[in-house]
């Protein structure tokens, strides 16, 4: 592909969405991005427009009216509901999995199963659509234990129990109160890992892959891991731990590989990035979970470092992965995210945003999560994560202390973030 020619359409309307309009727009391939729905930052790189990212019908006929040559799917919501699928029946190329490719995601029971298949290693688990058996299984566990909604629950749907007691407790919540609905209708009870937890990124065509830098992200509220679990509130690269080159050489070869050719041996090839959330204890790199899309907020903390991703997303879209991985520019990226109180509680939306040039003026790049824009054209707080403060550097030392000078200049009303990102 040479020349700008290509139409890029991003669905979704978040930080991650923020980050793939913006890297797709500063492609040398790309002649415009469009966003659906996009948000109060997107606007700034691409034309946004009132499509929901669910809406597999509305989002072809956008498609094919701005003649788009490569959709790109942000939200795990959009995978769920079938737009990858209506994309390429329209004969669009998508970047984004099948809704069945997407079960890798969507389903914890079968992401673990074929784990389990393949003899790749991850907490020994057992599943339950009968809440009364989960209960008389969790009577039997001593020590801790892990709970799990077995659908998509925004980030939510995983407790870490200290015991049977809370264990029981989490069932009764998930299975008869159905506090996060459909998702709770199976549960996965799980054993505790320990070691040090790191996300890897695959970038896939259903056979191949390519590896992007690992990251690691902060999913509790408050500092010190202390807080209930959010959207994630942070991140950076690189992660501490196995070095990275291993890290990646070891997780394409025993885990993304080998669920490649599973995948296409049941008639599902993955295409896409595929996320998988690892722990590494001593040697062993064991799977905690899959996701069927970039990370948010690891998205928006590895793009910055990367050179043009564009070639490798259309190839993927189309099968036929050929670039090499992206080259790393920077080795070192830090990103802080500001939230309105209180957060992880529903928040009132409304309220302008202030300091986000000056953070710019400093290097640091800002990407919009839940913004809007408002009567004015300028953009006000639309949820709970506002926006994302990254910097990018040659240590981590010196992106985290840029990080954080960025987002000290940067208020809007009820602002707060963790002060212990990368720390
Ligand atoms: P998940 O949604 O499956 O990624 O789980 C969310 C978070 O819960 C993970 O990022 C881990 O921090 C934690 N977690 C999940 N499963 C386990 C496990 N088996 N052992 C330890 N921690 C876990
Ligand atoms: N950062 C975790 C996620 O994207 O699910």
New binding site residues.
């Given amino acids: 592909m040479t020349g700008s020619h290509l139409r890029v359409l991003v669905v979704g309307g978040g930080g991650r969405e923020h980050a793939l309009a913006w890297a797709c727009a500063s492609s040398p391939l790309v002649e415009e991005v469009i966003c659906a729905p996009g948000n109060g930052g997107t606007g700034a790189v691409a034309r946004n427009f009132p499509v929901k990212a669910t809406d597999a019908r509305g989002l072809v006929r956008l498609a094919k009216e701005e003649r788009i040559g490569l959709v790109v799917l942000g939200p795990d919501q959009a995978i769920a509901a079938g737009v990858g699928d209506a994309v390429v029946e329209s004969g669009i190329p998508c970047f984004g999995p099948s809704r069945a490719a997407g079960q890798l995601e969507t389903s914890?029971s079968f992401a673990k199963e074929l784990l389990r298949d393949l003899g790749i290693p991850t907490?020994p688990?057992q599943v339950f659509r009968d809440p009364g058996l989960a209960l008389e299984h969790l009577s039997s566990k001593r020590g801790p234990v892990?709970v799990?909604a077995d659908g998509l629950?925004l980030?939510k749907?995983?407790?870490?129990c200290s015991g049977q007691e809370e264990a029981k407790a989490i069932v009764r919540r998930l299975m008869l109160d159905r506090e996060l609905g459909e998702a709770g209708q199976a549960v996965l009870v799980?054993?505790?890992?320990?070691g040090e937890?790191v996300s890897c990124f695959a970038i896939c065509d259903g056979t191949r892959a390519v590896m992007l830098p690992p990251a690691r992200d902060y999913?509790r509220a408050l500092d010190r891991d202390q807080g209930e679990?959010t959207g994630g509130m942070g991140g950076f690269t690189p992660p501490s731990g196995m070095d990275p080159q291993v890290l990646n050489l070891r997780v394409k070869e025993e885990i993304v590989e080998p669920v490649l050719l599973e995948m296409a041996r049941r008639g599902m090839p993955f295409r896409g990035c595929l996320y998988v959330?690892c722990?590494v204890q001593a040697d062993v790199i064991s799977v905690?979970?899959f996701n069927a899309r970039f990370g948010d907020p690891e998205a928006e903390v590895l793009l910055p470092t990367l050179s043009d991703l564009v070639p490798c997303l259309w190839e993927a879209a189309r099968g036929d992965l050929q670039s090499p991985q992206p080259t790393q520019l920077e080795s070192a990226a830090v990103g802080v995210v500001a939230v309105r109180e209180p957060y992880p509680q529903a928040v009132v939306p409304g309220g302008g945003i202030e300091g986000v040039g000056q953070a710019e003026a400093l290097g640091c790049r800002v990407f919009h999560m839940g913004t809007r824009q408002g009567e004015d054209g300028l953009p006000e707080v639309a949820g709970g994560r506002v926006l994302i403060c990254v910097a990018t550097g040659g240590d981590l030392l010196g992106a985290r202390r840029q990080a954080y000078s960025g987002i000290s200049l940067i208020h809007f009303q009820g602002m707060r973030y963790r002060t212990d990102i990368a720390l």
């Fill in positions: 914890k907490a688990f892990v799990k629950a980030g749907g995983a407790f870490v799980e054993e505790l890992l320990l937890e999913k679990n959330g722990m905690l979970e």
